[in-house]
Structure formats: C-alpha cells, structure tokens
C-alpha cells in the first residue's frame, strides 16, 4: 500500500507552510494503531493542505492516496478520510455555504463563475483535485453498501462533491434509499441529491421519510433549488424544534434551525415576511455564530439588496432593527459585517441605533419588552392585521 507515495517530487510542492516533503510521512500515519497519532496526523494534513479552506499545488497529489487508503477495508477510520477527500474537493460546503470548485471549464464558488485559467495556481490546484477525484467515483458507488454508517455518510458526501457525474450518481443514490436503514445515511444523501438538482427523491422524502433529519434536509435543498411556499411549514418546525445530532450530517451547516432558518431565505419574499416571528424567538436563544443564519433570514425578509446606506425604513424595517439591536452578541461577530452592508445597513449597534432615532437598551427588562412588542407587531402582519403607517399595505397577509 502506498507504494507510490515516495514518487511524487513533494519537496517541489508547496502547502500552507512552505515545502511539502512532509506529506509523505503524515499520509503513510494515518494506517499507524494508535488512533490518538491518527487524530494529531488528520488534524496536521488538514492544517498543511487544507489551511482554512484553501487548497494548495500539493493538494491534489494527495487525492490518489486518500482513494487508495479508502479502497482498503483494512484501513482505519475511512469514514474521516472521506470526509477530508470531501473538503478537499469543495473547501467548506454546506446548505449555508456554496463550494468552491473546478469542473475543468469554469471556477464556482467565488461570486460569478469564471473561466478556468490553468495558469493561475489555485484555479489550476481546483480543477487537477477534481480530476483526480473523478478516478474513485467507483470506489463511492461501492462504498455506498459498506455495513458501516461513517462510511456510507462520508460516500455520499463526496458523491455531494462531484457534481459533473450526476447522471451515474443519481440512479445509484435512489437505490440506496430503498434499501437504506439509517436515517443520518438518509439525511446524508438528501444532502446530496440535493446538490445534484434531484428534485424529485427530495419531495418523496420529504413526505414520506420518518426521520426528522431527512425532513429537514430535503426541506432546506429544495427550498434551494426548486422554491415554493409550501415549504414554509417544515422549515419553520425545525426552527421551532432543532434536532439532536444534525450537525453531525456532511453538509449541515450547523444545527437544523439555522439550516431552515437559512433556506426560508430562498422563499419568495411574502412567505419570509410569514416566517418571522418562530426567526424572532430562536435568534433569542442563539449564541455567537449560531445567531448568523437567523440574521440572514431576517434581513432578507424586511430588506432589499442596496448599494447604498437605507434612510427611511418602513415599519416592518424598523422592528426587525430593533429586534436585531437587542440582540448584543452578533454585533461581535465580523462576519455579519458583508450581510449588513449589501442591504445597505452600517455594522454598528450604535450606528443602527441612532439611524431609527433610539438609544441602545442596556436594561435587560426594557429589553425583553422592546422585542415582545417587535413579536406583537409582527404576529399582526402575519395574520392580516395593518401597521400604524403607510407602508403596512406593501406587507400585509392574508388570515
């Protein structure tokens, strides 16, 4: 096994460290006995070829090895090596994260598609990773049937990567599904005929599957790649009633009610507006990044994109402001920053405060009391109620 590695000119490659003549010794210990080095080698490998989500020239010379290890049942912890093989595939991928990849034309994931430029080292690096993944789409196919969980998951999940072979994946992924006991492998592969446009499977799923986390993925995919109202309705029951061991699905980007809560972003924006009360209520109970995809939602529900600062706002505008102000915790995180400003809002409490003409509330009782009335009005709307202003016609429900 590995009788290759020693080929590859690896001290002329380069990772996130400088040389790559490291590789080598990391890849042949992941087949160490002692899952403890196992672990600290995973770690390392992700850090050296992976450093937050970037792929380097050395990246793709460890495809064929990843392939090699998984092809043996002998080898530990396949279903890891999987997951890693995924990663490098895509960088982080997720129903709120879109994957940066290369299908030999064009580079996805960067904004707009662009064409593929071989002369440029990340681009190149993209697209020689997925060539190579392409060689073990049989192997996937095989290890779909293995008796163990982890690896089916981690199958499906690097199947969820290769979006060019949707053709041979779908029919094999479909059944799976008939055949296919565990709901988390279940989960896994929703995820995936997700991302390979399978409409179809995913409504069956969402119907007919008694596993929650099936539900919830199928829900959160199509409301993705094929929006419609009705999806409103589970998605909203994730958010209200998270579950137990999503996060632990490839794909999941993080718990069940931020995934949902992300997804109802893709609803026309009426049945968003319809949503925000069960957002309101969970963005209380979120904390640090957990409160982002509740952000998201809520700001793509009340405003439009705009390339410059907003200064009137309608009423609904207002009390989701307000509701967001009251919220101390995400004003820390800097990755709301882009959010904010591409709907032409500052990234500053104080700012966002003094813009609708309030003070920041540091009683935690007037808090409480702002944000119950904010829930107040917005249930008004929700069920047909007008706002005390003009613009309440726009929003208005029906009972």
Known sequence: MLNNLDNIPWGELEHAYGDASDVPSLIRSLLDQNPKIRSNTMRTLYSNVFHQGSRYPATPYVIPFLIELCESPDVFDRGELLSFWGSLITGYFSVQERPSWSDGTMVFGFGDPEELDLNEPYSKALYEIYQESLKGAEL???????????????????????????????????????????????????????????????????????????????????????PKENLVDPL??????????????????????????????????????????????????????????????????????????????????RQVLLALLNCQELWTIANLSSTFTY????????????????????????????????????????????LIDNSAAAIRRDA
């Open 140 to 226: 996937l196919f095989h290890l779909l049937q293995e008796d163990d969980i982890g690896i089916r998951v981690g199958a499906a999940w690097v199947l969820a990567c290769l979006p060019t072979i949707a053709d041979r994946s779908i029919p094999i992924l479909r059944s799976q599904l008939l055949r296919e006991e565990s709901g988390w492998v279940r989960a896994a592969i929703a995820f995936t005929l997700g991302e390979l446009g399978d409409c179809a499977s995913l409504g069956q799923l969402l119907v007919a599957d008694n596993h929650d986390a099936v539900q919830c993925m199928a829900a959160c995919q199509l409301a993705r790649i094929a």
């Open 236 to 317: 909203l029951r994730f958010i209200e009633q998270p579950i137990d061991g999503y996060g632990s699905i490839p794909g999941a980007g993080g718990d069940s009610a931020g995934d949902a809560a992300f997804s109802i972003m893709y609803l026309p924006k009426e049945t968003r507006i319809q949503a925000l009360p069960e957002i309101f209520e969970r963005l209380e109970q979120a904390r640090s990044f957990a409160t982002m995809p509740f952000v998201n939602a809520l700001l793509s529900a009340s405003f439009d994109p705009s390339s410059n600062e907003v200064t009137e706002f309608t009423s609904l505008q």
């Open 343 to 386: 709907y032409g809002l500052p990234f500053s409490r104080e700012k966002c405060a003094k813009m609708l003409g309030v003070k920041v509330a540091n009683d935690d009782a007037l808090s409480k009391l702002s944000v119950a009335v904010t829930f107040a009005d917005i249930r008004m709307i929700k069920s047909g109620f007008p």
